[in-house]
T-cell receptor
Framework: DQQVKQNSPSLSVQEGRISILNCDYT??????FLWYKKYPAEGPTFLIS?????DKNEDGRFTVFLNKSAKHLSLHIVPSQPGDSAVYFC???????????FGTGTRLKVLA | DVKVTQSSRYLVKRTGEKVFLECVQD?????MFWYRQDPGLGLRLIYF???????EKGDIPEGYSVSREKKERFSLILESASTNQTSMYLC?????????????FGAGTRLSVL
């Protein structure tokens, strides 16, 4: 049972435009959400996070939005750059454990 | 900066071999994790450890064991490697505490079992 879902395996965006990556979750107990970026042959690196008490967090070109009622979060990248081309994973933290539940990832390609 | 080091970037092993994957972190983190990453399946948790000599099964522990004799080192062991264990293996560490913390990942070990 996939508790965290990224329904788009891939996304292509023109350089300079907005990239929107989506993530849905099923467990209302999750209280902290993260986005990681992963380049080929490297480990995931932390990008941005949001607590369930907020609905938006912004860091430079990256903004994460959380809609708790819809159990949906999204990552916006504005403007998109070719160096943003990577696989993006969303993750949710279960407060009862130390575990993160990861989505299946979305491969973003930013076209120059 | 947190550093999580995995001893090998690439490994090729034969079916039935015993395989050790090593992970070391330098930030005195209490929690350490082993994941595998497969296309279309994301990151799946194999085992984690919240203290020395403590371990808990993750979502896919079958065919694996772990060892944590020292705080900084967390080893993943494939007792008898099989072809379905060909994958990218990722180690992570995280500070323990009530504050929301971040898992930091190593560069990964790509294991091929022939």
């Amino acid at each position: 049972d996939q508790q965290v879902k990224q329904n788009s395996p891939s996304l292509s965006v023109q350089e300079g435009r907005i990239s929107i990556l989506n993530c849905d979750y099923t467990n209302s107990m999750f209280d902290y959400f993260l986005w990681y970026k992963k380049y080929p042959a490297e480990g995931p690196t932390f990008l941005i996070s949001i607590s369930s008490i907020k609905d938006k967090n912004e860091d430079g070109r990256f903004t994460v939005f959380l809609n708790k009622s819809a159990k949906h979060l999204s990552l916006h990248i504005v403007p998109s750059q070719p160096g943003d081309s990577a696989v993006y994973f969303c993750a949710a933290s279960d407060p009862r454990t130390y575990k993160y539940i990861f989505g299946t990832g979305t491969r973003l390609k930013v076209l120059a | 900066d947190v550093k999580v080091t995995q001893s090998s970037r690439y490994l090729v092993k034969r079916t039935g071999e015993k395989v050790f994957l090593e992970c070391v972190q330098d930030m005195d983190h209490e929690n350490m994790f082993w994941y595998r990453q497969d296309p279309g399946l994301g990151l799946r948790l194999i085992y984690f450890s919240y203290d020395v000599k403590m371990k808990e099964k993750g979502d896919i522990p079958e065919g694996y064991s772990v060892s944590r004799e020292k705080k900084e080192r967390f080893s993943l062991i494939l007792e008898s490697a099989s072809t379905n264990q060909t994958s990218m293996y990722l180690c992570a560490s995280m500070r323990q505490g009530r504050d929301k913390n971040i898992q930091y990942f190593g560069a990964g070990t790509r294991l091929s079992v022939l």
